[in-house]
């Protein structure tokens, strides 16, 4: 079980976070965006071994969603942002 | 009945009381034991050579070893009928009135009717079940009863479990696994450096291998050093504790078992499950020790020649009275020494090396037979070993010696270090050619093997990679290449007969991965599941690494190529009971309640779990069966009127500059232009398109809103509002607060709510005026704010009150008391459902994670010319492709029919042969207004099919009825009753 620096709260268990999937998927502009560009916002996921952005959602706690660096591969985790800061 | 222990020493025993002899039963049989016994030591003592039966063969198996890596001593233990299975007999210390019963056998274990099983072992070849059982597949199913009866453990309680058990999170600067001279060592080492420490030794004991010894030096070290650790208040000293599982993040789990500790005591539970975290992890679990290949070499009486050594120091039980001791190195002279000094005649030594040394000249000074150069390469006797057959073996050739007759065959194939653990953390491991085994390669993560799992056998080594490793310094690296010359436990020639097991649980034997090999198969991983080795509770810590070797001398594989299998938590088996600890029954399910729950009971609810909320179903004053209940109550609903506890609905408070803004891309439709005071049905999309909850949005001030949501959508509502505000549009100035629990919520409907209203609230203006439909006003009721919103989900004229939670109950009850007197019910969800139904509201029986707006009906609700979220996904071309199934009502031809659960439709008669479903049923009941069972249906292409005939089938159930299909709406199309 991971164990997640929350920025807010400090080191948490991942039993109070929600996984948010893929953090580096950004919405696309859908007003001027094509049928095949947009379907693949909604549907295709990359894979990635080893370094990964993930979005989870600290439920249990500050309710922060935040933008986690993790490999894949060794569950090491980098810097830990909320995402509202990492877009203004 | 007269009761012994005929194989109890005279006297020692480091870990038995001897001035206590208690009683325990063993198949219906009193066996004496001392406390401190473990099953298998006071079954060992008592004389009694079969315990278990073998998992396929039903072979008769005694005891093998001493701790966990015990493949055959399986017994299930209980106390009356609360009964755990599979319990490993070598770790399971006895209680005075344990009842003990072997597996796997019919009658019992010494008489095992099944055992003509292993008469037919040449028909039994690895892949047997597979190769026989699978055709023709039909016949699976009658196979599979047969095969259970035969293979298999002990068997599952019928009892509910009478245990208790318990969970414990701790953190920790070190955990450490095992108690041995190098786990002790790191003990003192960071206790010393004020370090946190977590010690756990899965015996009863501290010392690991030194109890299994008698020796002046290690018994003072040992106790000199449990004195200072004891003296530490920052080492926690857990005994009779494993550590089962290493998880990420350094979080490791320890099932310890309390209660055989300490006898049942008030108030603790029997086993406790512990969460660590840990800062280091020092592994130091020890070596296990090896078999030996040979003909019949699990008959009960053969046995580990350390694990025998191990029970006369441990429990004063001495194996066997005429030993023959066997293996390669010079420990076995030590293990002579041992049962020698116990008072055992030792028949014979028998050497594999020709140039023994000095040990076996000392020994055989002495008079007892050494035979150097010379292996057993059979054991004789079948329930119990009678003989060693003996065979001079060299370089030169090999001819039978003598069959020596004895009553234990020790073996020893050396020691392997224990790996589970290390490798259950990814962690990477060398060949190590002088051990004949694998070794751990240090990694980053802060764990670290030292002593007998790092391959370091001798106690000064495990000591100083102890000291050092409790310090946090950096170990040298095994030594891979150092030959000890000791020969391998798989380079043995098979000379004589008998099958030579290798996996003893699960009878493996060598022959059988020579034939997995021969038909192809190269990685262990498959050979594993083809042949089950290793797949015991005993993981095959012994039979691994042989099994290991065979594989690779049969594809002509270098050992270190052909790899390991991989290790999965937990390392031995912890009980269920364990893992949920103390979360059952009520506990393990929590129950949220609203503010008049107990006036719900109090008037005879019957609850329905909704999400973690109970809410009443029906109230039984309405009818005995929910049946009779949901029906008189929708009736009275739509006669007089009803109160219904809606309190369970999702609400959420959302306000700020920009709050308008924000809830026009959440919902479909536009909230932005509400008026104050107004209220608008929404639907929320998923960003894929399809529903994903709905509700009623109010404007309660300038900028601000009060949201309602589905009871079950409640909290994936909430983080699906907060990924928008903070990833999708962290600009907007908007805050969000779920408020569920703050307000109590009753709705009222009818053709008589509004009465009941103005008798609640005589002040209020209550006319279509100032409350239309889907208008709000706020007033006061016990100086407490209420809202009074009109809004609608039965169809009926219908008010949503809410009040501050605190005053829930006391709301609650001025509601029944008025409402009784104008002849209004209360009602609970069954009869919610069935009004819904016949107004064609959707639910998330509906909206089920796969539907569109238009697929409902609802396509008027989405506003294409704004972006919200999942509106630009409904343009994608496959949602205006034809055949999507839309939402239709269906009226059932038989009019007081139900409807078969999980109904499918067809379009034609079920009686005609197999034919397409084209939609299924996702909600019915019985309308009391239309006195016929009504229905909602997804069916492809529905909405073009009103008029049509379908039939509602089960397969499973062998039901099917005739039905119409009409609009969703059943009544009131036009909405007459809710703006009344
Ligand atoms: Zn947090």
């Not at chain 2, 026009?664 to 608008?680: F, I, V």
Request: glycine share 10%; with cysteine; proline share 5%.
């Amino acid at each position: 079980m991971l164990l997640i620096p929350c920025p807010h709260c400090g080191p948490r268990p991942e039993t109070e976070f929600v996984y948010g999937g893929d953090a580096r998927v950004k919405r696309p502009d859908p007003s001027n965006s094509s049928d095949e560009q947009w379907a693949a916002y909604i549907y295709e996921r990359e894979n990635p071994k080893g370094q990964h952005q993930e979005l989870w959602l600290h439920s249990a706690g500050c309710h922060l969603w935040l933008i986690i660096e993790r490999d894949t591969v060794t569950h090491a985790i980098g810097s830990v942002r909320a995402a509202r800061e990492d877009q203004q | 009945m007269k009761v012994s222990q005929p194989n109890r020493t005279s006297k020692g025993g480091r870990l038995i009381d001897r001035g206590k002899t208690c009683e325990f039963q063993f198949d219906k049989r009193t066996i004496l034991f001392h406390p401190g016994d473990s099953i298998a030591s006071a079954l060992l003592a008592s004389g009694r050579p079969i315990i278990g039966r073998s998992f396929k063969l039903h072979r008769p198996r005694g005891v093998y070893a001493l701790g966990t890596d015990e493949p055959n001593a399986l017994v299930t233990t209980g106390f009356g009928p609360s009964l755990t299975p599979n319990q490993r007999a070598t770790v399971t210390l006895v209680e005075e009135g344990m009842s003990v019963s072997g597996q796997n056998a019919w009658p019992n274990v010494q008489n095992d009717l099944f055992g003509l099983l292993d008469r037919a072992r040449s028909l039994l070849p690895a892949g047997f079940y597979y190769k026989t059982f699978m055709w023709p597949p039909s016949q699976w199913l009658r196979y599979e009863g047969q095969i259970r009866k035969m293979a298999g453990l002990g068997p599952p309680p019928v009892e509910a479990d009478s245990a208790r058990y318990a969970h414990r999170n701790v953190h920790t600067d070190v955990l450490i696994a095992g108690a041995g001279p190098a786990g002790l060592s790191a003990a003192l080492a960071a206790g010393e450096a004020g370090q946190d420490v977590i010690l756990a030794s899965c015996s009863q004991a501290l010392g690991g291998g030194l109890l299994n010894h008698q020796n002046a030096v290690t018994d003072k070290w040992l106790a000199e050093i449990t004195k200072k650790l004891e003296a530490l208040p920052n080492v926690q000293i857990m005994k009779m504790t494993t550590v089962v599982g290493v998880y990420e993040h350094n979080l490791f789990t320890l099932s310890e078992r309390v209660a055989m500790r300490d006898g049942r005591i008030e108030g603790q539970p029997e086993e406790r499950f512990w969460q660590v975290r840990s800062g280091r992890f020092i592994i130091a679990a020890g070596g296990i020790e090896r078999p030996l290949l040979f003909g019949d070499n699990d008959r009960p009486g053969v046995m580990l020649a350390g694990a025998a050594s191990g029970y006369i120091w441990r429990y004063g039980v001495m194996v066997g009275k005429s030993p023959v001791i066997t293996g390669a190195d010079d420990r076995i002279y030590a293990i002579a020494r041992d049962f020698l000094d116990a008072g055992a005649n030792v028949r014979a030594v028998v050497d594999l090396r020709e140039e023994p040394g000095a040990m076996a000249d000392l020994l055989a000074a002495e008079g007892v037979r050494v035979e150097r150069g010379a292996i057993v390469a059979r054991a004789h006797g079948r329930r119990r070993v009678n003989a060693a057959e003996v065979w001079r073996y060299s370089k030169s050739g090999a001819n039978k010696l003598e069959l020596i007759s004895t009553d234990a065959i020790l073996t020893s194939g050396g020691y392997g270090p224990a790996l589970q653990l290390h490798a259950q953390a990814r962690g990477k491991l060398n060949w190590n050619a002088g051990l004949n085994a694998f070794v751990p390669v240090d990694n980053s993560d802060g764990h670290i093997s030292i002593g007998g799992a790092r391959g370091s056998f001798d106690f000064d080594t495990a000591i100083s990679e102890g000291l050092s490793a409790g310090r946090n310094e950096i170990l040298p690296a095994p030594v891979l290449s150092d030959a000890t010359n000791v020969p391998a436990p798989w380079d043995l020639p098979k000379l004589s007969k008998g099958t030579r097991f290798v996996d003893f649980q699960n009878d493996v034997a060598d022959k059988d991965i020579e034939l997995a090999a021969r038909e192809g198969y190269r990685s262990i991983e498959h050979v594993k599941r083809y042949t089950t080795l290793g797949m015991g509770t005993d993981q095959g810590r012994a039979a691994g690494p042989i099994g290991l070797a065979l594989l690779a001398a049969a594809t002509g594989q270098e050992i270190a190529d052909t790899g390991v299998t991989t290790f999965r938590p937990p390392t031995t088996p912890v009980t269920f009971g364990a893992v949920a600890g103390a979360t059952m029954g009520e506990v393990g399910h929590a129950i949220r309640r609203t503010a008049a729950d107990k006036f719900h009971e109090a008037q005879g609810a019957s609850f329905i779990d909704a999400g973690l909320w109970r809410r009443p179903r029906f109230y039984k004053a309405n009818g005995a069966t929910v049946g009779e209940a949901y029906r008189t109550e929708a009736a009275s609903v739509r006669e007089s009127g009803g109160i219904i506890d809606v309190s369970t609905l999702g609400k959420i408070d959302v306000q700020g500059p920009d709050a308008g803004i924000f809830l026009d891309k959440l919902y479909t439709n536009r909230m932005s232009s509400l008026r104050l005071g107004r209220g608008r049905y929404g639907l929320m999309l998923r960003e894929d398109g399809r529903i994903f909850d709905d509700g009623v949005v109010f404007r309660i001030g300038e900028n601000r809103f009060h949201l309602s949501c589905t009871t079950g959508g409640a909290s994936a509502v909430f983080q699906h509002i907060e990924h928008a505000l903070q990833v999708l549009w962290p600009g907007l100035e908007v805050y969000v607060t779920p408020v569920t629990e703050e307000w109590f919520a009753v709705a009222v409907s009818g053709p008589l709510a509004r009465d009941l209203l103005a008798n609640l609230l005589p002040d209020l203006d209550v006319t279509n005026a100032t409350l239309p439909l889907m208008g709000m006003v706020e007033t006061t009721l016990f100086n407490r704010r209420l809202r009074v919103m009109r809004i609608s989900y039965s169809g009926e004229l219908s008010y949503e009150i809410n009040i501050s939670a605190d005053w829930g109950a006391a709301l609650w009850q001025r509601l029944c008391e008025l409402s009784s007197k104008l002849g209004m019910i209360t009602y609970g969800t069954e009869a919610m459902g069935a009004l819904r139904i016949e107004k064609g509201h959707i639910t998330h029986a509906e909206a089920d994670g796969r539907t569109i707006p238009d697929d409902v009906g609802l396509g008027g609700l989405v506003d294409k010319k704004k972006d919200a979220i999942g509106i630009r996904s409904l343009s994608l071309p496959f949602f205006s492709e034809a055949g999507r199934k839309q939402l239709v009502g269906l009226v059932v031809g038989d009019q007081k029919a139900s409807v078969p659960i999980g109904g499918q439709i067809i379009a034609k008669d079920a009686g005609s042969a197999s034919q397409p479903s084209i939609g299924h049923v996702t909600s019915w009941a019985y309308s009391s207004e239309l006195e016929r069972t009504i229905a909602l249906a997804l069916i492809k292409n529905g909405h073009s099919m009103v008029g049509e005939k379908v039939f509602i089938v089960s397969p499973v159930m062998e039901e099917s009825v005739e039905a119409k299909v009409v609009d969703p709406v059943f009544i009131d199309k036009e909405g007459t009753r809710i703006r009344a």
